[in-house]
């Protein structure tokens, strides 16, 4: 029998086997042939009608049979070369207890029509294109059975011949190894079978190759043309003139199969590598970077990264200057898109474009609510801490742009329209929070500076950390310049192993790190007081002690609290590798834990370290909780001195002076002391009106102004009484169901860089692993370039499972190795090019902190 015969017998058999008893009509009598002289089909006896003999004489040969049963149907295949409404009943009973199969018939199994049979039996040996062609001749009565078993033998041959050689008979899979494996040729033609390879193209893709042509030529031909075949298929709109004559598929079938082969060779992380070398030829060749195009018109295309980078310059144009949700949309798929993963830069590119439309589209959203009504100062108070949409997301918007287009650094002549986007939200945001600030501290002052609602941060000690720890041993963890936002973002991270409850607070104005740090200390609910010290220093009183420093505030906990107490800085924390603090800490009632209380100065002195630390205090934070429940702490409170104002389009309106006098402290955003000049445009107030005791006042600006002062960044400040450095987080941390920490490794890692030498800024590292022991889970990880102990890198992309928030890696098991880690291609940039001629290379586990494996030997030289 021929292959598709035996197809047809297949799914004869088939139904032989689930309902024994087969009536089939053939109206057509395209199987007459077939199976005229048979006796048996399938395994079971074959009746066959005949007109001469009538159904009478069909039934009489049928009746021992079928008498012979008893309680199931016979196994038997009628067929009947008859539409089966011309058999007038004659076969009913038979159709009832067995199944029916004809041309048309449902489900598609039973189906016997013979252009379906072809197409089932063809579709897994041949191309889409060649099959269409071979069912539309059947469907036009060109080709009998026997036709399409002598088509389908001829093509088996070549078949067979490739699929020795690309071990699959598949046609994407023959095309794909074809196109990103140069060293098969030898084998191609050691086996004769460029012939049949050019064929298979042909029939495939409807694809004119020259009869002489190399096989390099065939390959560069081939992946221009699928590619253009492609990016033509998938345009919104008419195919620029220019591109009118390049070869392309027409039809349906080739075009589609194009289509599928060009997705699967960009999709494959094995074969990414070649899809981007071949895609960069083929768009220089048909000088893509040209041409004009419309947004829309690309919005689907991913073939080709020139017309990537013209579609970010255009969603830049449209979002910048009216703003559009779908295009934002368009942006965040992109950032995770095959160029993305290949170009590390235009990924930070997407991520730039959308983050400057969120943050337009947020400043937007609460100018129109601004301006819809007038809030008091606590329902705008409750409008940025809670609710679906809080405006404090406008800062987080804000603070990812920042951190984004810090990284990206954009050139000139290259992306002016990425930095025209920028200057557009970094313009909005100030706008709209400058109103705000006007609004709240306005607000703030007519009732006299008490939120109903409002926690106060003299009570956060008392009210949180005092309940806390009369029921349990507990930790307190105390964060310089943890803005509200931040907190909320982190404890939506939590989430997957810890069980967090966040709660908005009002920092003690002068919102600066002296006050705000003795005001979480025991006793501040009982008041304090702020002294002038001298030499423009603030002390702070509590409880008739005045401390100026935050060991003079330690001392104080220690004595107030009454407890065993034990001090610990959040890196030493994470990890936590010394037995004796280990032992210190298990023993502690309380836990007392610092972070980043240097912060304010780096802003001032070193903003590029400033950013590095601010965008790592979430793996700092999330490592120290895991230490300290691992030592029996039961609940921490996590909660911060002040918050901040920060962009470097902030301060574009001028700055103003200070009042001068008798000045206490000053700072940017704030002025403390006696006397001095009225400034307009200012908050003038006594300290005592926030309930601090002395003589003091107290001037801010009521919207975004800075008082001049010398020296420091001028992205960063803090003191006065905007939202955003006035709100501070409570955030309340219990243990989950963490996963223990094991001393043994679970894994033997490989580290594989991309290059052997660091050349420019974005550096990729695969990472391999093999389990050690049985049903060992795979980590969530970091990868760190260092410097001595400075890092220089931040992870910005990865092949899968990278968490954009914290810069980990989820690394994933091999679904067909179990034992193995899914090798997992990470991309650093490098944000600090450190004057040594190595650096080291270190794989962290994001939980802990503990370091999982090293290079210490990666040359470096990048030219700037």
Known sequence: MGLVTDKLFELIRTQVEAHRTVVWFDPEGAYLAAVSSMASLSGAPLFVYRKERGFVALRRDMETLWNAQSGESPRMVIYVPLAQADTHHALVEFALVGVVMQPGQQPPECNTRLAAVARVALEPLLPAAVVAKIVAEVEAGSLSLADLDTRAEQNAGDAGVLAIIFNSGNVQEIS??????????ETIRGRSAIKPLRELFANAFEIAIPIQSVLSAIRTLLARYLLTTEFLALLNGPAPERLSTVAHAHGKAARETAVQVVRAWRQRRDLGASYAQAAQRV???????DLAWEPHVLKESETFYRTETALQALVEAEVGSKGNGLLMELARGRADGFWSTQKPESKLRWQVIAQAGLVLETANRIARELKAQTLS?????VRYTSGDAPWCELDRAYRHLERDYHRF?????????LVQLVTRAQQRYREVIDE???????????????LPGGTHQTDIFRSFVATALAEDKMAYILVDALRFEMAREFAELLAVDFKADLSPALATPPTITPVGMAALMPGAERGLGLVALGGGKLGIEIGG????????RLKHLQKQVGETVAVVELSQLAPLNSRQLRSKLAGARLIVVTASDEIDGLWENNPNLARQMQDDVFNQLRRGLRSLFGVGVRKAIITADHGYLFGPKLIEAETIDAPGGDTADLHRRVWVGNGGSAIPGCLRTPVAAFGLSGDLELVTPFGLAWFKV??????????GLSLQEIVIPVLTVAAGELAPVTGAPAFSWTLVPGAAKITTRFFSVTIQAEAQVMLASAPRVRLELRAGDQVISVPVAAAYGFQAATGDVALATDPADPQRIMPNSVTLQVTEVPQVAQVALYLLDSDTGTKLASRADLPIEIAL
Not at 436 to 450: K, M, P, S, T
Request: glycine share 10%.
């Open 409 to 417: 650094d954009p050139e000139d002549g290259i992306h002016d329209r």
């Open 436 to 450: 705000l600030a006007n609004r709240f501290i306005h607000g703030y002052e007519a009732v006299h500076f008490d």
């Open 710 to 719: 010398q020296g420091g960044s001028m992205v960063y400040s803090h003191g």
């Open 545 to 552: 002690t005045i401390v100026k420093n935050s060991q003079e």
């Open 176 to 185: 794909l190894r074809f196109l990103s494996e140069p060293e098969l040729d």
């Open 283 to 289: 768009e220089a060749e048909l000088g893509l970077g």
């Open 377 to 381: 100062a606590d329902a705008l108070y």
